[in-house]
């Protein structure tokens, strides 16, 4: 009684099973073993046990089956610990990628604030009283930079960055000699500011392109 409540419950249990209930590595190495079952060398081994089961003495064949099972499994594991590798490293680049891509989309909106508050620095180069607020500002920006190339991206990424910080500095140095005489800045330093604008401008888009080339590596990679 006990035995056939047993084989009921199990029979239960397995027809309760659907698909998408068995977790995604044993679907994989599922899939794996079989592949390797169909394979050529899976069908010479598989064909090697069942001669060996008709043509030899029991013990002989029990032994020779018990050998190639063996050699199978050595493959099978071999197999399934490189494909769970790969995988492994697919994941890894993937969250590589994410994490430059967030690196690199914060530098890129540091860099437009830094063009928005240089730009409200220029534009009010001539009102003292306006310049102590642009320097406040553009020192913001200046932090925000640091923090910006401490971020995990490529050169290629941190050399827009770099030149943004450069020149951002330069414009702080600039309002603060400023506010030491008049409030005004100097014709020649609004000169460098103007040309500073356009090469922000310039990183900005840099730094776009390159976020276009990650967003493209990652839709690849999937």
Do not use: Y
Request: aromatic share 4%; proline share 3%.
């Amino acid at each position: 009684m006990d035995e056939a409540m047993r084989v009921g419950q199990n029979r239960q249990f397995c027809n309760g099973l659907e698909p998408h209930m068995f977790p995604e590595e044993i679907r994989f190495k599922t899939n794996i073993l079989l592949k390797i079952a169909l394979s050529p060398p899976g069908a010479f081994l598989v064909g090697c046990a069942f001669i060996m089961l008709f043509t030899k003495s029991s013990e002989s064949a029990a032994a020779w089956v018990q050998a190639i099972g063996s050699i199978g499994a050595i493959i099978g594991a071999f197999l399934v610990a490189r494909q769970t590798h790969m995988l492994e490293q697919k994941a890894g680049k993937k969250s590589e990628l994410d994490i430059e891509i967030r690196a690199v989309l914060l530098a890129e909106g540091i860099v437009q604030e830094a063009h928005a508050a240089l730009s409200t620095a220029f534009r009010n180069a001539r009102n003292s009283s306006d310049t102590p607020v642009s320097a406040r500002r553009l020192e913001s920006v200046h932090q925000a930079l640091m923090l910006a190339i401490t971020q995990p991206v490529s050169e290629q990424a941190l050399k827009p960055i770099l030149k943004t910080l450069k020149r951002v500095s330069n414009s702080c140095g600039f309002l603060q000699d400023a506010m030491q005489h008049n409030g005004v800045l100097r014709q020649a330093d609004l000169e460098n500011m103007s040309r500073f604008l356009d090469e922000l401008i310039a990183n900005k888009a840099t730094l776009s392109e390159i976020l276009n080339d990650l967003r493209d590596r990652r839709k690849r990679s999937r």
